[in-house]
């Protein structure tokens, strides 16, 4: 959650206006914005027991966004949690 929060005040900072933020769970937390016609879209999960992460951000042109939302939702429902360490 830490690290969701810290990656939105740093898009806010560079000029983002974040659009949609999820109710952050111990699992996922996804966050949008847009900025001078683009759109970013940003998912983050916990890995490794909670001592690290795995990410990504998509920026993309808005009137691009049909096409994007595809493969968002294939990537975000590849992209899972694991219990357990990275040790």
Known sequence: ADEAKTRQDYEVKDGWKLTYVSKQTPTVSNYSGTKDGSIFYAHIIP??????????????PMADKAKYDEAIKALNSSLKTEKGSCG
């Open 47 to 60: 890995r490794c027991g909670g001592t690290g992460y795995a990410m990504y951000r998509m920026e993309y």
